[in-house]
């Protein structure tokens, strides 16, 4: 009895979304302890910046790239299959990376990592999506990202103390038996869903030219400063990826089962939903990567202290998520989203006047409206993408919106670091122009680094990170303008009316899909 009580339909779908958050959790835990990890993997295998970048490169990248997929995959062979698969993948690429004895080793095995993320995530939502009315998406999806958001929570302070009492690979070992509760509950309570109008192909063309196009562009904007952006290799990855991207756009409009539906952007509201998560990933994935750094080298924090102070914004966020995702079935997502966006600009704002010598006093209140202003944003923000949507074709859209919030990351950790190395060496040949331009290089390689530094005269020791905060503030000036103009987008072309039914399919009704 007992038995069929849990398993009832009226509660089955609670049972589901704790699936989903499960696995949401692991991802995002993944994250944030990799994060507080950094320097010490940086030191461990005596990494410069660029290559500690594809440690986190490696991941967003292949995540980017495979989401639309994995979404697609989803609707056609079944959500909780793929989904499955994609948690088993994740769970033993990170027991790989735990093992990994190079820095190769490690962003190759970051790169699978991805690829299991990217099969598993668009399954999360596109289950919810399917699960839950539209009148009620909005709660789940911000219970969805709340308690993912215990997940940031923890993920500072599990890391920080791993990493400075254990090892830095501990960290990637928690992912195992979380992987494990994912896969129990999700075998216990989901019911599998797909797509039944699709065809049953997968657009291998697309892929390819979609794989080609973002590897070619995020990998020149990596290299740029160390090769030279007037570069042959430079401009000849440049042109691979306008030339991938072009080719992916034009193979999508013509083929029979394209990975992104281009149907989505007849809708105002998905167009603008996926701009606000370029946006506002393209400020947090870059704040993150460099303030864990500025921290622990320029601040001096160790890994555990660094993870407290990161519990403002992430408290903040678990709570402001459920609340955010009940206040978009009520008033619609355009409200919230856009006064979430406008407390993120706030505070990148703020903190774009740190200094070397900043206390965590002045980071406190930025970090709470961070905090407050994400938990606002986020789960808004997929309520506003999967609304606009026809929920058979969840899965592709789940993807795409996945697929532009990484692109967007992984687009601020490179365009930021490529910001840190220009101000670095404008800076460094500034202030040090009696050491050698060799020398010099070499500093700009390791900006950021402590242990770049140690043993150096204290006037270069003081330069670098003099220079290395300089362009972390220009960063965080230009994350700050990105996400005010997100919110400028949001409020124009997001659909300020919460859905009481679900859209006509694009497919059926065009000008239904307007919005």
Known sequence: MTQRIRLSEENRRWWTLAAMCFALFMVMLDNTVVNVALPSIQRSFDASLSSLEWTINAYSLAFAVFLVTGGRLGDIFGRRKVFLIGVVVFAAASATIGFAPTEGWLVASRAVQGLGAALMMPGTLSIITNTFPPAERGRAIGTWAGVSAIALALGPLLGGWLTEDVSWRAIFFINLPVAAVAVVVTLFATHESRDESATREVDIPGIATLTVGLTALVLALVQA?????????????????????????????????????????????????????????????????????????????????????????????????????????????????????????????????????????FLVVPFILLGLGMGFTMSPMSTAAMNAVDRAKAGVASGTLSMTR???????????????????????????????????????????????????????????ERAFVDALGAGLTIAAIATALAALAAWLMIDPVRPEHEPAPAQADPEAAMV
């Not at 990351?409 to 040090?432: K, N, Y």
């Not at 060799?438 to 390791?446: I, K, N, P, S």
Request: aromatic share 10%; hydrophobic share 50%; proline share 5%.
């Open 225 to 361: 400063n160390a090769w030279g952006w007037g570069s042959a290799p430079i401009i000849g990855l440049f042109a691979i990826a306008v030339g991938g991207l072009i080719a992916f756009v034009t193979i999508e409009r013509r083929s029979r089962a394209p990975i992104v539906d281009f149907d989505f952007f007849r809708s105002r509201s998905f167009v603008g939903a996926n701009v606000v998560a370029f946006a506002i990933s393209f400020g947090m994935f870059a704040v993150f990567f460099f303030l864990a750094l500025y921290m622990q080298n320029i601040l001096g924090y160790s890994p555990l202290e660094t993870g407290v102070r990161f519990l403002p914004s992430t408290l903040v966020i678990m709570v402001a998520g459920p609340l955010a995702g009940r206040l978009a079935d009520r008033i619609g997502p355009r409200t919230p989203l856009v006064l979430g966006l406008s407390l993120v600009t706030v505070s990148l704002a703020w903190q774009s006047r740190i200094q070397v010598d900043t206390s965590f006093g």
């Open 406 to 464: 990484m692109v967007g990351g992984t687009f601020g950790v490179a365009a930021l670091g490529a910001l840190v190395a220009s101000i670095g060496r404008h800076d460094l040949a500034q202030s040090l122009p009696n050491v050698p331009e060799g020398t010099r290089e070499r500093l700009v390689d390791a900006l950021g680094s402590g242990a770049a530094t140690t043993g150096a005269p204290d006037a270069v020791r003081a330069a670098s």
